[in-house]
Antibody, heavy 121, light 108 residues
Framework: QVQLVESGGGLVKPGGSLRLSCAASGFTFRDYYMSWFRQAPGKGLEWLSY????????YYADSVKGRFTISRDNAKNSMFLQMNSLTAEDTAVYYC??????????????WGQGTLVTVSS | DIQMTQSPSSLSASVGDRVTITCRAS??????LNWYQQKAGKAPELLIY???SLQSGVPSRFSGGGFGTDFTLTISSLQPEDFATYYCQQTYSTPPYTFGQGTRLEIK
């Protein structure tokens, strides 16, 4: 079945870096756009970044632009999020999701189970 | 950026009730509107895509409607497993793909 599994979360000090991974299975990874989201404790969902299937087209939310870098390795069915200059405001559960694009709309399905990133001294 | 205004922010209802959640976009987004359900401690799950299309495996008591700026999610007869938080999301044109603030559906 289609599955996404995030990893790489943990506790990091302010100003530090962390690299998240998203491992995909059950579908042809290279054919799909992919995206990262996050959810701070007790808060709503926030879209972070989006990559085309080739990795040539990338977008970022203003809140992470210049600090986070999305990438993918289609040979390894994996996507990554390199997070630098982390602050307490980056504390959240981070999710990856597959993007489905059609002529009339686009949506995100499925989502991974999430990985928790805690930024604290 | 397109702003999404979801209402109500919380809702108390009973099993068997019919409930409707609304979502308004700050500009026309055609049918680029999705609805997700999130249960406590779990990842979001897609319920409705393209404003009115039911995702495979989602019970038919869920339905979506709307076009342009005004959208609805309706649950025709609430079941115990439906008590969760619901989010709308617009995916019109280029990112950012913004969410509504969420509707927490609680048992009365």
């Amino acid at each position: 079945q289609v599955q996404l599994v995030e990893s790489g979360g943990g506790l990091v000090k302010p100003g530090g870096s962390l690299r998240l991974s998203c491992a995909a299975s059950g579908f042809t990874f290279r054919d799909y756009y992919m995206s990262w989201f996050r959810q701070a404790p007790g808060k709503g969902l926030e879209w972070l970044s989006y990559t085309s299937n080739s990795g040539n087209t990338i977008y970022y939310a203003d809140s992470v632009k210049g600090r986070f870098t999305i990438s993918r390795d289609n040979a390894k069915n994996s996507m990554f999020l390199q997070m630098n200059s982390l602050t307490a405001e980056d504390t959240a559960v981070y999710y990856c999701a597959r993007v489905v694009v059609t002529m009339i709309s686009r949506w995100f399905d499925p989502w991974g189970q999430g990985t928790l990133v805690t930024v604290s001294s | 950026d397109i702003q999404m205004t979801q209402s109500p922010s919380s809702l108390s209802a009973s099993v068997g009730d019919r409930v409707t959640i609304t979502c308004r976009a700050s500009q026309s987004i055609s049918r680029y509107l999705n609805w997700y359900q999130q249960k406590a401690g779990k990842a979001p799950e897609l319920l409705i895509y393209a404003a009115a299309s039911l995702q495979s495996g989602v019970p038919s008591r869920f339905s979506g409607g709307g076009f342009g700026t005004d959208f609805t999610l309706t649950i025709s007869s609430l079941q115990p497993e439906d008590f969760a938080t619901y989010y709308c999301q617009q995916t019109y044109s280029t990112p950012p793909y913004t969410f509504g603030q969420g509707t927490r559906l609680e048992i009365k």
